[in-house]
């Protein structure tokens, strides 16, 4: 039987949540990304990284890259957790900007994850501020316009969390090779 591993990376929790559904519907051990975790990842056959989207960069995926050459032989997908609405420009949008060189033939699946003003601090709040108005940023315009929708609900709080967004990754993880 083969074994599996979800790392996940979340800021405000959403993709933590994903990450434990998914640690329960395939029965894999459930661990957070760190330097530690990521020198584990070679005993098991499936893994699954799971991070949130920040500035377009999926959140703990940098940290993976120096392991990649040691994957071949195993399955891996991506889960990117993000605001942006669930559609194919969004998703090769952020294939093409962070699975580059050893990491492109690995599958990026995605989730819609949550805005909620009250959990971002004070540094990410500046951080995505300046990037909406920097005229470098390479994001979609929808995703702008997701984020500039949010300032204006009385809470601050959008939440698109769905357990359905899963299971195009289960159906490939329970695929036989
Ligand atoms: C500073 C900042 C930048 C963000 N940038 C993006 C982005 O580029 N694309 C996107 O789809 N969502 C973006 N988001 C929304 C997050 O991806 C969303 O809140 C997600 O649920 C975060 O996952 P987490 O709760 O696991 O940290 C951004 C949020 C913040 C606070």
């Not at 957790?81 to 294939?95: C, D, H, P």
């Not at 990491?103 to 805005?115: E, K, Q, V």
């Not at 315009?141 to 357990?163: A, G, V």
């Amino acid at each position: 039987m083969s074994t599996g591993i979800i790392l996940y990376k979340s800021k405000t929790g959403t993709t933590k949540k994903y990450a434990q559904l998914l640690a329960d519907e395939l029965d894999y051990t459930l661990v957070e990304t760190s330097e530690n975790s990521l020198q584990n990842i070679l005993d098991y056959d499936h893994i699954i990284l799971c991070g949130g989207v920040y500035n377009s960069e999926i959140y703990g995926l940098m940290m993976f890259e120096r392991y990649s050459r040691l994957l071949s032989n195993k399955k891996v997908a991506v889960l990117a957790v993000g605001a942006s609405s669930n559609n194919e420009m969004i998703i090769t949008y952020l294939k093409e900007h962070n699975l580059t060189r050893e990491l492109s033939p690995i599958p990026l699946f995605y989730a819609r994850g949550a805005w909620i003003e009250q959990m971002i601090n004070t540094k990410d709040k500046l951080r995505s501020l300046f990037y909406r108005q920097s005229p470098y940023r390479e994001d979609p315009i929808e995703l702008n316009t997701q984020l500039n929708q949010t300032e204006t609900t009385p809470t601050n709080r959008f939440n698109w969390f769905n357990p359905e967004y899963l299971q195009p990754l289960i159906s490939y993880m329970k695929e036989t090779a």
